[in-house]
């Protein structure tokens, strides 16, 4: 698969992991509205051709990886209506082109980190119906 550089796989019944090796050269990863569990494998930060990671409506129950946030190329992400946990990370701050971060129904603690505010481009960012505590960044 070196030269894929589109995956759309939602709407379907897949179950399983997403596999941590999907080709260098993806720009859109579409897996929303499977049955996938497990993580979100951390290679797919380091995917510099990424633009679109939908990955809703699945049972994902890991923490987000840190390595997403050194992907400056990604636009739109989504990862609403999963499983999701732990905090989310500062990193995400670095991530420069971003418009929209969906992060919404999942069970993610802790507090908002103030590095979104670095979020130059952001459209839409979306964390309402996780578990969130603390104030909000300023």
Not at 15 to 36: M, Q, S, V
Not at 83 to 111: C, D, E
Request: hydrophobic share 35%.
């Amino acid at each position: 698969l070196t030269h894929l550089q589109q995956l759309r796989l939602n709407n379907n019944s897949l179950f399983g992991a997403i596999p941590a090796n999907l080709g260098e050269n993806i720009t859109i990863l579409d897996l929303r509205n499977n049955t996938l569990r497990g993580p979100i494998p951390s290679g797919i930060g380091l995917l510099k051709n990424l633009k679109e990671l939908y990955l809703q409506d699945n049972r994902l129950d890991s923490n987000i990886p840190t390595e997403l946030g050194f992907n400056v190329n990604i636009l739109h992400m989504n990862f609403t209506n999963n499983a999701l946990k732990g905090s989310i990370p500062t990193a995400l701050g670095q991530m420069q082109s971003l418009s929209t971060l969906n992060l919404s129904h999942n069970m993610l603690g802790g507090k908002i980190p103030t590095q979104l505010r670095e979020l130059n481009t952001i459209r839409s960012l979306l964390l309402n119906n996780n578990r969130l505590t603390g104030s909000m960044p300023e």
